[in-house]
């Protein structure tokens, strides 16, 4: 284990400090001036140039220069999930679902470790937590010295407590999805869900692990029917983390559930929604290593279908440099998807109306962080109607200017 790991094992509340330390000083004017003048350029760029404009630049760059590089991986540890959100679905994969092999696990976190990638989240479609063997999946990450991305739904946190802090050096951040701030709404949403339960356990997890150092962060899913409460989860959700302005999350739905049904009827900004391709994700291929081994290029591969090889049969290496990923990317790059279903019906909004918005809330809670539910919905408003048409760059000034 390395010296930053021991200490945040021997000395939890270190970790806590360290991280609000750290955001003190990078969270600074200069910083705050500099995302101001960004975001403004991206308001722009959005009147400039249309996102399928931008995609297909952003692809070709990726794909010709391989400008990019990430460390960043998924391995589906498990594809099963407790319960069935509108906007995800997952029961409707037709994938078998199950949990990964020991002996694949080891092999897959050792290959992807070769391979420079250490930043691994644990799921692509389903919920880590429902795996009974977690605490395996945790050995694992140790043994090989890396730490874990951890989303859960939360239902079942409450089994794994002493192990996320035994190891807390692999898990360091817990991030709840909770997508609503009532019970009615949360319900309707995280269908199985169970609000009650919710609770209870992100109080248990607030009081058992943030007091180990394993801080928590909250993510809402901003649709049609959440949108109303995202005052109401600020001020829910704000004392159970470090630095609201960081911890608290809400971007904009996307079609993640094959079914676009649900997505068509709750997305907010239609008008900045784009078929997705050419598709990020093909273009900068980050790994999403499948239960029984067989590695897709994509986190939303419901049935299999952008699978580019087999991490029984191929290296990493192989895999990203092979036939299958080559195919793929001209097929996104000629948006000529007639054999990729999944990728014909996959639509995304504008990646810089979300920014913005992450970027307009960040700025709110860090220079307003106790003000009143209503005050931080009439934001969230007022940035929904200027971006449900095309805004100007002197509104969205006005917007931030406000803040
Ligand atoms: C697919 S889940 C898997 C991990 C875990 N089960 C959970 O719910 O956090 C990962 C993240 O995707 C988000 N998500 C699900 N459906 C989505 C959609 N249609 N658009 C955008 N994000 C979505 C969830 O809210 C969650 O934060
Ligand atoms: S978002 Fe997470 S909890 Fe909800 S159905 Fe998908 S995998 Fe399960
Ligand atoms: S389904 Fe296709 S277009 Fe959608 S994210 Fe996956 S690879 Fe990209």
Redesign the pocket.
């Known amino acids: 284990m390395n010296l930053k790991r021991t200490l945040r094992n021997a000395f939890p509340f270190l970790t806590i400090k360290y991280r609000t330390v750290r955001d003190k000083f990078s969270q600074n004017e200069a910083y705050y001036k500099s995302a101001y003048m960004e975001a403004l350029s991206m308001v722009d760029q959005i009147n400039s140039k249309p996102f399928d404009k931008k995609m297909v630049e952003d692809f070709e760059r990726n794909t010709k220069n391989q400008t990019y590089s990430s460390a960043r991986a998924n391995i589906e540890t498990n594809n099963s999930?407790n319960i069935d959100?509108a906007?995800?679905q997952t029961s409707s994969s037709t994938r078998v679902k199950g949990i990964m092999e020991d002996e694949l696990l080891e092999h897959s976190i050792e290959e992807l470790v070769k391979n420079g990638r250490t930043d691994i989240a644990v799921?692509t479609?389903?919920?880590p937590t429902a795996n009974p063997k977690f605490k395996t999946v945790l050995k694992l990450f140790r043994k090989n010295g890396i730490v874990m991305g951890l989303?859960?739904?939360g239902l079942l946190i409450h089994k794994h407590i002493e192990n996320i802090i035994e190891y807390r050096d692999v898990c360091p951040v817990v991030h709840f999805?909770v997508?609503g701030a009532t019970k009615e709404t949360y319900e309707k949403i995280r269908i199985r869900g169970n609000w009650d339960k919710l609770i209870e356990n992100i109080n248990l997890a607030y009081k058992t692990l943030r007091k180990n150092g394993v801080p928590l962060k909250f993510?809402l899913?901003m649709s049609k029917d959440n949108v109303h409460e995202i005052g109401d989860f600020i001020v829910r959700f704000r004392d159970y983390v470090e630095n609201p302005s960081k911890d608290l999350y809400v971007?904009a739905?996307?079609?993640?559930?094959p079914d676009n049904t649900y997505?068509n009827h709750v997305n907010i900004f239609p008008n900045h929604t784009y078929l997705n391709s050419p598709c990020w994700q093909v273009g900068t291929p980050t790994p999403h290593i499948l239960i029984d081994g067989r590695v897709s290029a994509c986190c939303r591969d419901y049935d299999g279908s952008i699978v580019i090889g087999d991490i029984n049969k191929n290296s990493l290496k192989e895999i990203l440099q092979g036939d299958k990923l080559k195919s793929l990317t001209e097929e996104h790059r000629s948006k000529n998807l007639k054999d990729r279903p999944l990728c014909e019906s996959c639509f995304v909004v504008d990646d810089r109306v979300n920014d913005i918005f992450g970027s307009l809330l960040e700025r709110t809670l860090k220079r307003n962080p106790r003000e009143t539910s209503e005050f931080y919905q009439n934001i969230v408003n007022n940035f929904i109607k200027l971006f449900q048409k095309k805004p100007s760059r002197e509104e969205v000034q006005h917007l931030f200017d406000a803040v």
């Open positions: 999930c959100c906007m995800c799921h479609i389903g919920e989303s859960t739904n999805s997508d993510s899913c971007g739905i996307n079609s993640l559930a997505f």
